[in-house]
């Protein structure tokens, strides 16, 4: 049963565009996460977000930010997208179990 | 700092066998561990979970015991089928923050008929 929503499934853009990538969870969690996971399949952690504090993970561009309403959203902005960019981007929800949506997956041209 | 090492990356076996993928850990802190299943074309779900020493742990058929004696918390099945086919990840969450997961690089594994 999905509880991780995210929109949209696929994006295709070129390079230097700006994307955003939307993530809900009703699971009532405190906590949310940005995992990209690469061509290998390595997921990385990009961002938590716990009661308004955001946890950067230091090695993310500076072209990547999160944005988040209220604790149920944390959406993903990506400000000029580059090749190295495209993967597949995974939202997890936490109070201690990650659970993870779908994923959205990006590809640059 | 803390970190987890799967060593085996790629897992083929025949329906019916008995697997072992092996998860290794380091962390100063008490740990939780977990084991991730993700089938094609999906998202991670929880497989197995513990925190509790030499207890083993089991769900789906697959179980695992974490020892901390070896900072281990190894995942096995003794029979495999068509359906477990896929990329299986060990995690790592160190009681000091339990908001952070460290993941492992993952073992995909494969069962053929």
């Known amino acids: 049963e999905t509880a991780v929503f995210q929109t949209p499934n696929y994006h295709v853009t070129q390079v230097g565009n700006e994307v955003s990538f939307n993530c809900k969870q009703t699971?009532?969690?405190?906590?949310m996460y940005w995992y990209k996971q690469d061509s290998k399949k390595l997921l990385k952690i990009m961002f938590s977000?716990?009661?308004?504090?955001?946890?950067v993970n230091e090695t993310v561009p500076r072209r990547f930010s999160p944005q988040s309403s209220d604790k149920a959203h944390l959406n993903l902005r990506i400000k000029s997208v580059e090749p190295e960019d495209s993967a597949v981007y995974l939202c997890?929800?936490?109070?201690?179990?990650?659970?993870f949506g779908p994923g959205t997956r990006l590809t640059v041209l | 700092g803390d970190s987890v090492t799967q060593t085996e990356g790629l897992v083929t076996l025949t329906k019916g066998l008995p697997v072992m993928l092996n998860c290794t850990y380091q962390?100063?802190?008490?740990?939780?561990l977990f084991w991730y299943v993700q089938h094609l074309n999906e998202a991670p779900k929880l497989l197995l979970k513990s925190s509790t020493d030499n207890k083993r742990t089991e769900h789906q058929g697959f179980y695992a015991t974490l020892h901390k004696s070896s900072s281990s918390f190894h995942l096995q099945k003794s029979s495999v089928q068509l359906s477990d086919s896929a990329l299986y990840f060990c995690?790592?969450?160190?009681?000091?923050?339990?908001?952070?997961?460290?993941f492992g690089s993952g073992t995909k594994l494969t069962v053929e008929p």
């Open positions: 962390t100063t802190y008490s740990p939780f």
């Open positions: 977000y716990n009661n308004k504090q955001l946890i």
């Open positions: 699971l009532g969690h405190d906590t």
């Open positions: 995690a790592l969450s160190p009681m000091s923050n339990y908001n952070v997961l460290y």
């Open positions: 997890a929800s936490s109070n201690y179990e990650q659970y």
